[in-house]
């Protein structure tokens, strides 16, 4: 993940995606120690206006569930089976 985000321009997003799937298939165990407690299970953004947004995930346990949760609708809308 970092080789990615260390090549420079926009790698932002590439860096969330690479992240996002090691964490889908390695879970919070393949996180280093020093990241997880800085983070912690906060969401940090700037993309979104919190004081108009209501619907924003407190936490990233919140998030995994709803995106979790959606798994069922989004298989049926593509006519896949479970």
Known sequence: MLTAINCG???DYTGA???SLLGI???QKII???W??????RIITIAIDKGTC????K???ELTDRVLSMIPIVLKANKVSA
Do not use: A, K, R
Not at 36 to 41: A, F, H, K, L
Not at 54 to 57: A, F, Y
């Open 32 to 34: 280093p120690s020093d």
């Open 9 to 11: 321009d926009d790698t």
């Open 54 to 57: 209501h619907t924003i995930p």
């Open 17 to 19: 995606t690479v992240g």
């Open 25 to 27: 298939l390695g879970g």
């Open 36 to 41: 997880s407690e800085y983070i912690g299970e």
């Open 59 to 61: 936490n990233c346990v």
